[in-house]
């Protein structure tokens, strides 16, 4: 008979966080697929778990992936963990998921932390709808196309940020998404969990750079213009003391337009 592949939520930073199903489950199974085992192994030796571990990262994912089914095959039960928080959500582990359910195999979740859900439910932010997006893209032309994309959304956005990246992504949410409510989660669960709630460009100046970040943008509403025109987008940059052509070509790729179309519209 097939093994069972549990698909386990972990801690995102305080290790009480965890639930007594997912110790019990960590416990029986035959081994662990981690994402870091040196980081994973902290929690083992604190619940006093002492089942193998072997690692499961993007870069082996593939040939992890072929040794974990025939591990389930062959009837062993087997435990996925991320460094922090649930499988799957931002992290490895997808594959290995479908290719289990490919083969038949029975896939169990054992839920618990998360971060992006961690965040919105002490956000203050309308959770009648929300989008979770993942990472930002790394790049400032990347990050405000996407932002363009999303700033129709009538939900609450959901985001992870790097430390070295936050303040950059405030500009391009401040550039994007105007004066809309944002609110910054830091180091949730830790010691220096930390909420700011404000305009994306008040927050530049007060929040620190240290730890891991989840972003929350307040959702479109009737009241906020979704479409600015053209004209005013370059406009706006241009008071932000952008040279014009620049200003252009800023617009252009956010917009994912060339620089005579938007040439052409402000020249009109």
Known sequence: MAGILYVVATPIGNLEDITLRAIRILKEVTVIACEDTRHTRKLLDHYEISKPAISYHEHNEASRTAEIIERLEAGDHVALVSDAGTPLISDPGYRVVAAAIAAGITVVPIPGANAAITALSASGLPIDAFRFCGFL?????????????????TCTLIFYEAPHRILEALEDIAAVMGSREVVLARELTKMHEEFARGKPADLASTISTRGEFTILIGKATAADPVDTPIEDQVTALEKQGMARMDAIKQVAKTRGLSKREVYKKVSE
Do not use: D, F, I, N
Request: hydrophobic share 20%.
């Open 137 to 153: 893209p790394p790049k400032t032309t990347q990050r405000r196309k996407l932002l363009e994309q999303l700033k129709p959304e």
